[in-house]
């Protein structure tokens, strides 16, 4: 097992130290630090913004990103779980959902603004707004999926709703919640992004913006570069492990 | 749990027949009592409402005129079921153990039990394997064994074993008796095998094509072990087979 996982986390390693290699050629030859600085430029950046306030705001950002994940999850998966097990609320929600599916996040986002002002609350909704559709969607198709011969083991057995739900519908839809846990913080943080820019006066995405009107490339790759990295270790150590205990009885 | 009732007015189905929607009668006035401890099998050819029996008994299937009542002994006012159904429908998420305790997961020694069990079907080795690594053999073992764990007054088998290799499916029979054996309850055994319906069951209940009647109740009264190339065996299989064709005519 050892050598499978030193193998893996070899292969993975390596594939981002030769992805900086190319970056680092690219930048050579183009030569203007306002168009691709180059990965030590970045580095040295990192080093400069980590003595000062880069990790405050990559925190409030983490913040927003994980309220809005937890909240979208939670709703969406309510909403989706219903509308697959009540064919009639699925007839009266599915317009609502294609709908919600299809307004971009940009007006989402200046319509909170506009609504609610220009606060923590309607920033966060908007990112929660954004994403309990394509949860909804994800987790609907997951209920409709489910093996209904499983829930009338229940039955039989006189278990309430409750426990049924607990007990047989929920560990069915497991891969759904993964799948839609995956895309869903994925989508998020580049909302959590243009919602800082937009309306708050923290966060990587203001600072970025901020970066954006002074032309510093350097730095925005610098939070970029650093924001990105947390986000793929929350898969790595993270998300995966969580997915790997949840679905290992699937061949 | 002295004994059951059941009071069959009517039970139908929905049919489309190209474009009217016509209703196919399962049963009408079908009627007939189970005593305590007695091992029923319901035996009948294919699409004759075996299984809409089962779920009505059970109580999955409320759609119908008619009534299923438990006529309750004073020391156990408890109606208990169980029911094997024709596939493992073991859940995939749960190891082999984890199965058999699903049933009795809220009692306080339901490790033991489900332990006790896992041992009484040879699984021991495999209690903590998820199903989809087991054989369809193991898992109509755990299925069987998830049925006996709550100790149920009723237990249902529809066909469970069916289609599974010959010297596992015998195995698997004996099994079945040994477990009943330990606290009697009433089991409802469904099968259309008549060798097997008569290893097993105390009573035959005959079901006539549809709408299903009860062609003939017949009290099995060969003694247990029971040996499918004694003459007896063979003899009353002779009487039975003939004695119903003729009444499905």
Not at chain 1, 165 to 176: A, E
Request: with cysteine; hydrophobic share 45%; glycine share 4%.
């Amino acid at each position: 097992m050892n050598t499978i996982l030193k193998n893996e986390l070899f292969r993975r390693f390596i594939s981002i130290l030769f992805l900086i290699l190319i970056w680092e050629i690219i930048s050579r030859i183009i030569g203007d630090k306002i168009i691709l600085p180059s990965p030590t430029d970045v580095a040295e950046s990192i080093k400069y913004h980590a003595s000062k306030d880069l990790f405050h705001h990559v925190y409030i950002t983490l913040l927003r990103v994980f309220t809005a994940f937890f909240l979208a999850m939670i709703i969406g998966s309510v909403i989706g779980i219903v509308m697959g097990r009540k064919k009639k609320i699925d007839d009266y929600l599915d317009g609502w959902l294609i709908l919600a599916l299809n307004v971009p996040a940009l007006v989402t986002i200046i319509l909170c603004f506009i609504w609610f002002g220009l606060n923590e609350v309607a920033a966060v909704l908007a990112v929660t707004i954004n994403k309990i559709p394509t949860v909804t969607v994800i987790l609907r198709e997951g209920t409709k999926a489910i093996d209904e011969k499983l829930i009338e083991v229940g039955k039989v057995y006189k278990m309430s709703k409750f426990d049924i739900t607990k007990d047989i519908l929920i560990p069915q839809l497991f891969p759904y919640f993964i799948s839609a846990a995956r895309s869903g913080l994925a989508l998020i943080w580049k909302i959590v992004l243009v919602v800082e820019l937009l309306g708050r006066s923290n966060g990587v995405g203001f600072k970025i913006y901020e970066f954006f009107s002074m032309f510093d490339v350097t730095s925005i790759l610098a939070y970029t570069v650093v924001f990105v990295l947390i986000i793929m270790s929350i898969e790595w150590f993270l998300v995966e492990p969580c997915e790997k205990k949840l679905t290992e009885w699937r061949l | 749990m002295n004994q059951i009732n059941i009071e069959i007015k009517k039970k139908t189905f929905p049919l489309k027949t190209q474009n009217k929607q016509s209703e196919n009668l399962i049963f009408k006035n079908l009627n007939f009592i189970i005593k305590k401890s007695q091992f029923v099998s319901i035996f009948g050819p294919s699409g004759c409402g075996k299984t809409t029996l089962l779920n009505i008994i059970s109580g999955l299937d409320k759609d119908f005129d008619g009534s299923v009542q438990t006529v309750n002994s004073s020391t156990n006012p408890n109606k208990n079921i169980s029911y094997m159904f024709q596939a493992p429908r073991l859940f995939p998420w749960l190891t082999a153990i984890e199965n058999v305790k699903f049933p009795i997961k809220k009692k306080k020694n339901c490790e033991k039990i489900a332990f006790e069990f896992i041992k009484k079907i040879g699984l021991e080795r495999y209690k903590n394997q998820y199903p989809n690594r087991l054989s369809g053999g193991m898992q109509r073992r755990i299925a069987l064994a998830r049925a006996f764990a709550p100790n149920p007054n009723i237990l249902l088998l529809d066909e469970p074993f069916i289609s599974i290799d010959k010297k596992i499916a015998n195995s698997l029979r004996k099994l079945l008796i040994k477990l009943w054996k330990k606290n009697k309850p009433i089991i409802i055994f469904v099968t259309h095998d008549l060798d097997e319906a008569i290893e097993l069951a105390d009573r035959i209940c005959f079901l006539s094509n549809l709408p299903s009647k009860i062609l003939l109740d017949y009290e099995v009264n060969l003694n247990r072990p029971r040996n499918q190339n004694s003459k007896e065996f063979i003899s009353l299989k002779r009487l039975l087979s003939s004695t119903t064709r003729l009444e499905r005519k």
